[in-house]
């Protein structure tokens, strides 16, 4: 049983298209986050819902915009997108306290 | 800001041998994360520790949050734990933010 799950595994695009990017959690967590790692490997949080309300807006592009279906569901949308955007995108939740990631979106715009 | 810095940076080690790797932060943390970043980039939890001593196997970890530092111990390594190990927290009056550290990047020879 799959706990964060994203799809899909692997995103080649070109520069300009625009993009989603799906996250769905079976833990009953209440919070859902996406982070970005990029090619140094390094982490940074970008957004988070709470019971589907934005609670964290780092300073992303506003090209990236999350939308929350429901409480299991984080989808990461992406408009006109740049070859800076080119990373892994992570998907985690929680409760209060630890957080669970998913297996990561490799994003490659052309 | 915040700062989270994980130290060394690179660590070579031979089958068997210990290590220790280190954490050290700049503020008061909520909560403290160890991960392992396995070669096919998934993020894997390891301790869930934001004060204390956990041990689970040949990993163990220790966070003495009044002093801004946690270490996670390897024991009698082996190849299958080569990756990065990140170490993330949450601070302040934010409880979901989680600040990665830069990562340990670990090569375990046989």
């Known amino acids: 049983d799959t706990a964060v799950s994203q799809t899909p595994k692997y995103l080649v695009t070109q520069m300009g298209n625009d993009k989603s990017i799906k996250c769905e959690q079976n833990?009953?967590?209440?919070?859902m986050y996406w982070y970005k790692q990029d090619s140094k490997k390094f982490l940074k949080i970008m957004f988070s819902?709470?019971?589907?309300?934005?609670?964290i807006n780092e300073t992303v592009p506003n090209r990236f915009s999350p939308k929350s279906p429901d409480k299991a569901h984080l989808n990461l949308h992406i408009n006109s997108l740049e070859l800076g955007d080119s990373a892994v995108y992570f998907c985690?939740?929680?409760?209060?306290?630890?957080?669970?990631f998913g297996p990561g979106t490799r994003l490659t715009v052309l | 800001g915040i700062q989270v810095e994980q130290s060394p940076p690179d660590l070579i080690l031979q089958e068997g041998a210990n290590s220790t790797l280190r954490c050290n932060f700049s503020d008061s943390v909520n909560n403290l994360q160890w991960f392992h970043q396995n070669p096919w980039g998934q993020l894997i939890n390891l301790f869930y520790?934001?004060?204390g001593t956990k041990q689970n196997g040949r990993l163990s970890a220790t966070t003495v949050a009044t002093e801004r530092y946690s270490l996670l111990y390897i024991s009698s390594s082996q190849t299958t734990d080569s990756g990065v190990y990140f170490c993330?927290?949450?601070?302040?009056?934010?409880?979901?933010?989680?600040?990665f550290g830069k990562g340990t990047k670990l090569s375990v020879k046989p």
């Open positions: 819902y709470n019971n589907k309300e934005l609670i």
């Open positions: 520790i934001p004060s």
């Open positions: 833990l009953g967590h209440d919070t």
């Open positions: 985690a939740s929680s409760n209060v306290g630890e957080q669970f």
């Open positions: 993330a927290g949450t601070f302040g009056g934010s409880q979901g933010n989680l600040i």
